[in-house]
């Protein structure tokens, strides 16, 4: 049986139906990319990428894991290095320059996720202390160019009941609580 190449008339020695081209026609065989019929793989990938982006969409970037093994680009766990700490102490001191009475200071990072966007954009969950000694879960998202730097939000932590992964502050012993 003669062979054809993808996109080619089919030959009349073929079985397809004479003088319409096909993108591959039937009597074509290719091993390398024919699938074995297990498809198991593939829909493991996709719900492995479904799940990353619903843990982007739902938690806006603050909670993920690491992304599927071929996602290209996207939101990664960091760690905190000086950079993390100076965006984190920029944030806040927008903050408090920002709200009169607010007097917030930084007691702990304690999750970093960032992605490189002209420069990175960061997704900080930290500790901060008020005032009163009152401490609070705070997010921040902040951009960190190569000249500038921008807070793009600044908020209290929002607390989902029964979620595991957030992390919340224990307001009877004032200490972080997993």
Known sequence: MAMGTVGEEPSEECGCEDGKKKSRCE?????????????????????????YYRQIRETEGFHVDEPPPNTMGGIKPWYVEDTVIECTLFAINDYNMKNT???????????????????LRYYITFVAQDSSGEKRNYQTIVWWGIWEIHVQLFRPEPVKKGDPKKLRLDKKSSEIAP
């Open 27 to 51: 009597c074509q065989s290719d091993t390398e990319t024919e699938s074995s019929g297990d498809d198991s793989s593939d829909d493991e990938s996709d719900e492995e990428i479904k799940r």
């Open 101 to 119: 009475n607010a007097n917030l200071e930084l007691v702990e990072i304690v999750k970093v996720n960032a992605m490189a966007v002209r420069g």
